[in-house]
């Protein structure tokens, strides 16, 4: 094991990209995993979205493709100061990292393959864990008063299957795919969008605008989905920087996942061995 083993977050999408800025801005170390094709919506504020690119900045922090062939450079972008991003669905980084912690991010509303043995400590964004049990701790991603609250015991509050209100407009923000097949961007996110304009196909269904607002994620190119997945979202209030910026719930649950890992006893005795070596 590496003397300062890394953080595994699993999942790049918006609401796991909270977390990695909260704890890369505390100066810990983060690893994400991600799909070879990301299902992350806001891709212009997901770090997963590097498996793609290459390499992508959001507010300031780096994010760059990895590969489990080659720590050296893994750890170098580490000490850099850069959040590496894995392709690793299959979660084989787990045994190769060794990691002090490991935060399912992924948003699945239900328990897949994390296990609170994976780690020392385990930690869940969300519905479908129950702390104590599949993992140490579960964070609250619903909006509200608990939003971002630790949970040691127990499990986040239930998934309603609605998207917060925003601007008067609930269920229709969210944009879903009429069919099977791979999206095609036609608008591009940040763009101010009419009633009735056309957002993006899937196959040959076409997509349009429900109502006027700026299009705050829309999936990439290429990517295929089902029907009745979401592929977009759409954000009446029409203020078009915060399509380009990590959104409040992300960091609330970023502020959670963080209190979550600095409270944790096995995790503040790895930091304080890390900061008496650095002094030494």
Same mark, same amino acid.
């Given at each position: 094991?590496?003397?300062?083993? /890394?953080?595994?977050?699993?999942?790049?999408?918006?609401?796991?990209?909270? *977390?990695?800025?909260?704890?890369?801005?505390?100066?810990?170390?983060?690893?994400?995993?991600?799909? !070879?094709?990301?299902?992350?919506?806001?891709?212009?504020?997901?770090?997963?979205?590097?498996? *793609?690119?290459?390499?992508?900045?959001?507010?300031?922090?780096?994010?760059?493709?990895?590969?489990?062939? +080659?720590? /050296?450079?893994?750890?170098?972008?580490?000490?850099?100061?850069?959040?590496?991003?894995?392709?690793?669905?299959?979660?084989?980084?787990?045994?190769?990292?060794? /990691?002090?912690?490991?935060?399912?991010?992924?948003?699945?509303?239900?328990?897949?393959?994390?296990? %609170?043995?994976?780690?020392?400590?385990?930690?869940?964004?969300?519905?479908?864990?129950?702390?104590?049990?599949?993992?140490?701790?579960? %964070?609250?991603?619903?909006?509200?008063?608990?939003?971002?609250?630790?949970?040691?015991?127990?499990?986040?509050?239930?998934?309603?299957?609605?998207? !917060?209100?925003?601007?008067?407009?609930?269920?229709?923000?969210?944009?879903?795919?009429?069919?099977?097949?791979?999206?095609?961007?036609?608008?591009?996110?940040?763009?101010?969008?009419?009633?009735?304009?056309?957002?993006?196909?899937?196959?040959?269904?076409? %997509?349009?605008?429900?109502?006027?607002?700026?299009?705050?994620?829309?999936?990439?190119?290429?990517?295929?989905?089902?029907?009745?997945?979401?592929?977009?979202?759409?954000?009446?209030?029409?203020?078009?920087?915060?399509?380009?910026?990590?959104? +409040?719930?992300?960091?609330? %649950?970023?502020?959670?996942?963080?209190?979550?890992?600095?409270? !944790?006893?096995?995790?503040?005795?790895?930091?304080?061995?890390?900061?008496?070596?650095?002094?030494?």
């Amino acid at each position: 094991m590496r003397a300062n083993p /890394p953080i595994l977050l699993r999942g790049g999408g918006d609401l796991a990209s909270g *977390v990695a800025y909260r704890l890369r801005r505390a100066g810990l170390p983060v690893v994400i995993t991600e799909l !070879a094709k990301p299902l992350a919506v806001r891709t212009t504020v997901s770090y997963g979205m590097a498996a *793609v690119y290459g390499a992508v900045i959001i507010e300031g922090i780096v994010a760059q493709r990895a590969a489990l062939d +080659d720590l /050296p450079s893994l750890y170098a972008m580490l000490d850099a100061g850069s959040i590496p991003v894995l392709i690793d669905p299959d979660g084989a980084s787990i045994a190769a990292l060794e /990691p002090a912690v490991i935060i399912d991010g992924r948003m699945a509303k239900a328990r897949q393959d994390t296990h %609170i043995d994976q780690a020392p400590l385990v930690i869940a964004l969300g519905p479908g864990f129950t702390a104590g049990e599949d993992c140490h701790a579960v %964070i609250e991603t619903n909006r509200g008063h608990h939003l971002g609250r630790v949970y040691w015991r127990g499990s986040a509050e239930p998934d309603t299957g609605l998207p !917060a209100s925003l601007g008067g407009k609930q269920a229709e923000r969210v944009l879903r795919a009429p069919c099977d097949g791979l999206v095609t961007q036609v608008a591009v996110i940040g763009r101010l969008l009419q009633e009735g304009q056309l957002i993006a196909r899937v196959g040959e269904c076409p %997509i349009y605008a429900p109502f006027a607002g700026v299009l705050r994620g829309l999936l990439d190119d290429d990517t295929p989905v089902t029907a009745g997945m979401k592929i977009g979202d759409l954000d009446p209030r029409a203020q078009r920087e915060h399509c380009f910026t990590i959104s +409040d719930k992300s960091l609330a %649950i970023g502020g959670g996942a963080l209190e979550a890992v600095l409270a !944790a006893p096995l995790i503040r005795a790895i930091l304080n061995a890390r900061n008496a070596v650095e002094k030494t």
